[in-house]
């Protein structure tokens, strides 16, 4: 009997001891097992939305798994970054952070996520400048003619943005304190909501991104008058950068892929993986370009190095600005 109970001793440890040598990427060997879940913070057919949706086709082929894009749009982006907070933490629910969460903490006294804590960080999707845009009747033909109009019609222009504390609100924000001029910011849900407002008379001044304002560029509906970056853009290379007339103006929007705090660092690698080899892809990088925005693809610590420089730039301009959160 003692024999009997020392062999099944002697197995039960050595069943014990094999499962403490398993090795640690046992969640990766497994993972993806079914359908995987992109959050997009911001409405359907905004560039943001174009370019995810690009990656999910081409992440679905590499993981052997359809790969959708679920919307949740609203506070300027803070609504689909905080579901991603609240997700599953198990690789099947990732997501977009945006470039206005690192502007919204500086803003606003209760935040329900801090993008440089509450996130696992694996790759930037894209960054570019916005495109400062005006109505088809709007009485400037150039960035000169408008500051020149902005000046003498103090209080009575109305500037868009896709949320308070959005990059296309502080862009606004920058504008006005760089220029010393007055104009008052109207929010909106997303650039589709801006558009309609400005095609209504209700605003006249946005700051958009290529992607999603060509259309409306090539049919006349908008007409564009600087760019937000640096330079100047190969997409609209006759337009001038804002900060050729107001130095040190740069605003630019970008986003990238996290998932939440807590995943299996095995199964976050396998999709950094994935990711990273999606934009290596030539005709991804050709589609993201024409959009207006550079492509993504940096690695983990880049981007967390991105992400807090960007907070920390914002926090600078927004103090020196005498913003102050509520």
């Given amino acids: 009997m003692k024999k009997l109970y020392l062999f099944f001793k002697s197995v039960l440890l050595s069943a014990l001891l094999a499962c403490s040598l398993q ?33 999910a086709q081409h992440l679905s082929e590499k993981l052997k798994q359809p790969v959708s894009i679920d919307n949740k749009t609203g506070g300027g982006g803070t609504v689909g970054v905080n579901a991603l907070k609240q997700a599953p933490k198990d690789g099947y629910t990732i997501g977009l952070i945006v470039s206005g969460n690192v502007i919204q903490p500086w803003l606003s006294n209760d935040m329900p996520f801090d993008v440089r804590k ?19 009747n709007f ?21 868009a943005s896709s949320g308070p504390g959005t990059t296309t609100h502080l862009a606004g924000e920058l504008l006005k304190q760089l220029a010393n001029v007055d104009m008052t910011h109207v929010p909106y849900r997303g650039s589709p909501q801006v558009v309609a407002g400005m095609l209504s008379g209700d605003v006249q001044v946005y700051f958009d991104l290529f992607g999603t304002v060509k259309p409306l560029l090539d049919s006349g509906r908008v007409r564009a008058l600087a760019v937000s970056g640096k330079g100047r853009m190969s997409t609209l290379p ?59 693809g940096n690695s983990p610590a880049e981007f967390s190095q991105f992400i807090n420089a960007e907070f920390d730039r914002w926090g600078k301009i927004i103090q020196t600005a005498g913003i102050k959160p509520q």
């Avoid at 107001?246 to 630019?252: D, I, K, Q, R, Y």
């Fill in 238 to 296: 006759h337009l001038p950068p804002v900060a050729d007339t107001l130095p040190g103006f740069e605003v630019l929007a970008w986003t990238g892929f996290s998932a939440p705090l807590g995943t299996p660092k095995d199964i976050t690698d396998k999709l950094t993986v994935a990711l990273r080899s999606v934009f290596q892809i030539p005709d991804v990088q050709k589609r993201i370009q024409a959009l207006g925005v550079d492509p993504g």
């Fill in 139 to 159: 009485p400037s033909n150039n960035f000169a003619d408008f500051l020149t109009y902005a000046k003498a019609n103090s209080g009575k222009l109305f500037f």
């Fill in 118 to 136: 509450d996130f696992i960080n694996m790759s930037l999707m894209y960054a570019g400048p916005y495109v400062l845009t005006v109505p088809p």
């Fill in 23 to 55: 090795p640690m990427g046992i969640h990766a060997q497994e993972y993806p097992s079914k359908p995987i879940q992109i959050i997009v913070p911001y409405s359907a057919g905004s560039t943001t939305d174009i370019i995810a949706r690009l990656v």
